[in-house]
């Protein structure tokens, strides 16, 4: 996620990578196996709510334009992309990869232009996708929902085995474009 950050900040953008277990002491003091329970132990409520503190602690800054402001998450930070594109309606846009859709009753209340990444393989979450994508259509919120061939779940995370350049590569000039366009 730092190397993310890094990339936006190389691309123009102002990036902010907060610490979504940071009350637990900090992911990087964690065992990385106690990660993913304490995540779903802390809440999708809370996450948001630290996202949204985060959107605010953003829009203070004299050097950040307040209403060009966008998001992006992986995995389950995905998913809490997708929840807080249901509940800050200020982003102007998102970026969900592999992440799991919002409550399909939410949807319509989204007001940023949404870019959902899937991969192919992920029949976990990419399965799931033709819901999230007919409750999209049925709205007027601006989305693209792009499933990534050859790919599984993680396609984008170059520090893991399921890594393909040409895909990741793909995906972030995809979203970079996406944001170019929304933010």
């Not at 004299?62 to 309606?89: H, K, L």
């Not at 990869?97 to 009753?105: E, Q």
Request: proline share 6%; hydrophobic share 40%.
């Amino acid at each position: 996620i730092q190397d993310v950050a890094r990339r936006f900040a190389k691309a123009g953008y102002v990036a902010l990578a907060p610490d979504l277990l940071s009350r637990e002491g900090g992911t990087p003091g964690m065992d990385p196996d106690a990660v993913p329970g304490a995540l779903t132990r802390a809440g999708a409520e809370r996450h948001v709510s630290d996202f949204s503190a985060a959107f605010d602690y953003l829009r203070s800054l004299e050097f950040v334009d307040g209403e060009r402001i966008a998001m992006n998450g992986y995995c389950f930070g995905g998913g809490i992309t997708w929840q807080s594109a249901t509940e800050i309606p200020r982003l102007k846009a998102t970026a969900a990869f592999y992440g799991p859709a919002p409550d399909l009753d939410k949807v319509p209340s989204i007001k940023p232009a949404v870019l959902g990444v899937y991969a192919e393989l992920d029949q976990r979450i990419t399965g799931a996708m033709p819901a999230l994508r007919d409750a999209l259509a049925a709205t007027d919120v601006r989305h693209q929902l792009t499933v990534y061939p050859g790919v599984d779940h993680a396609f984008h995370n170059d520090t893991s085995e399921r890594y393909n350049e040409t895909q990741a590569t793909a995906a972030w000039q995809d979203m970079l474009a996406w944001f170019g366009e929304y933010v």
